[in-house]
């Protein structure tokens, strides 16, 4: 796993991935002291050590509204994609290293499951859960699609607040 690193306007940024570049395991924002909070999400798309993507803007402006220091980005699948169709196309969407990125996220992080239902595909919701769950972590979400899976930040207003995801 190679880790890139960039600083730029009080911001620190981190970004961890696979050699050829089509996985991103992690993405890492720091712009203060206080704690940082994860998002587990479905998949990466553009966003890198350097700029941005829609998604990352928003929760981006979702941890700076709960008051956090920093975010931190995973996902179910650490393919970068831009469609889901792309994403389950790909031979292998979770990636070689992912699970353990997964279970490496620190003990009393904030983690926000936000995966969609697209996160239910193949079970990747539900196992990333169980793995968070018997790891010891408090699981939270921004609201729940009808399916019951976790939703996406990316069209919720930046003043949505987590509630606790119930174990199911």
């Known amino acids: 796993m190679e880790v890139l690193r960039h600083a730029a306007?009080?911001?620190?940024?981190?970004?961890?991935?696979?050699?050829?570049?089509?996985y991103r395991?992690?993405?890492?924002?720091?712009?203060?002291?206080?704690p940082a909070v994860a998002f587990v999400m479905l998949n990466p798309s553009t966003a890198d050590e350097r700029q941005g993507d829609p998604t990352i803007r928003r929760?981006?402006?979702?941890?700076?509204?709960a008051g956090a220091g920093g975010l931190i980005a995973v996902n179910l699948c650490a393919y970068r994609a831009t469609r889901p169709a792309e994403l389950f196309a790909a031979e292998d969407p979770e990636?070689?290293?992912n699970a353990a990125v997964l279970a490496g996220l620190?003990?009393?992080l904030r983690i926000l499951c936000a995966w969609g239902?697209?996160?239910?595909?193949?079970?990747?919701?539900?196992?990333?859960?169980?793995?968070?769950?018997?790891?010891?972590?408090?699981?939270?979400?921004?609201g729940l699609t009808r399916r019951g899976a976790p939703r996406?930040?990316?069209?919720?207003?930046?003043?949505?607040?987590?509630a606790p995801l119930a174990a199911r």
């Open 25 to 34: 395991y992690r993405l890492t924002r720091r712009w203060g002291g206080g």
């Open 117 to 142: 239902d697209h996160g239910l595909r193949a079970g990747r919701g539900p196992r990333a859960e169980a793995m968070l769950r018997a790891a010891g972590h408090d699981l939270w979400h921004l």
């Open 95 to 97: 990636g070689p290293e």
């Open 106 to 108: 620190p003990a009393g």
């Open 59 to 65: 929760c981006e402006a979702l941890a700076r509204a």
């Open 9 to 22: 306007d009080g911001t620190e940024s981190e970004a961890a991935f696979s050699a050829c570049r089509r």
């Open 152 to 162: 996406h930040p990316l069209y919720l207003p930046a003043t949505t607040q987590p």
